[in-house]
């Protein structure tokens, strides 16, 4: 259990001391992994950015990922996602809707300078935590493309099965807590508010 996101990036940053004296890009999925990305971008003596993906959400329950759209239009899907109902019809509507969403994100982030290049860099990606793990998938696959020297996955708690997954995609993956007993984030966290677009926006401008 964490006390806050502060407490849980705190752990974090311990475990990814190896890359201290690298000068990493630290990508942090917005809005939850922002408050992370900036302690340890700031830790770890790295840079701090965004990395825009969305998750595409099931019918009826737009908090359950049934796969994810990276910014640049790359696609995720579950391999659930079918029983979930979310046929081809409803995963294309679904992916525009979120594709429309990214470019409003950035926008709402004042991120309009380009995104740093992760190009022959370690770059670490965080989020603060993984469930499905559909959002950090679309999220390591889209910074593999800008060929990154060295890509680690950085979470404070996830279950067994997602970080294996993650695995295949990421040259490192870092974990603090791996409950047997996993059903959301947030209940790993004594305090779990709501991280708003002002608030990253604030942490980028004075990363």
Not at 80 to 93: K, M, N, Q, V
Not at 97 to 102: D, E, F, L, T, V
């Amino acid at each position: 259990m964490f006390d806050d996101r502060a407490d849980a990036a705190a752990a974090l940053a311990e475990r990814l001391d190896e890359w201290r004296g690298h000068h990493p890009l630290v990508l942090a999925i917005p809005c939850g992994g922002v408050p992370l990305g900036h302690v340890i971008a700031q830790r770890l003596g790295g840079e701090l950015d965004v990395v825009l993906v969305r998750k595409l959400g099931a019918p009826g329950n737009p908090e359950l990922a049934v796969g994810a759209v990276d910014e640049g239009g790359g696609v995720t899907v579950a391999p659930f996602a079918h029983t979930l109902g979310a046929d081809a019809a409803y995963l294309e509507a679904e992916t525009q809707r979120q594709r429309a969403a990214i470019r409003a994100r950035r926008a709402q982030l004042g991120t309009s300078r380009p995104a740093l290049d992760p190009a022959g860099r370690v770059v670490i990606v965080v989020d603060d935590g993984l469930a499905t793990g559909a959002t950090m998938m679309a999220a390591l696959r889209t910074v593999r493309a800008r060929k990154p020297q060295t890509l680690v996955c950085a979470v404070p708690v996830a279950p067994q099965d997602t970080l294996d997954a993650v695995a295949a995609l990421a040259d490192a993956v870092v974990c603090v807590e791996v409950p047997r007993d996993f059903h959301a984030v947030g209940q790993y966290y004594r305090d779990f508010p709501q991280v708003d677009d002002a608030q990253v926006a604030a942490l980028l401008a004075g990363s």
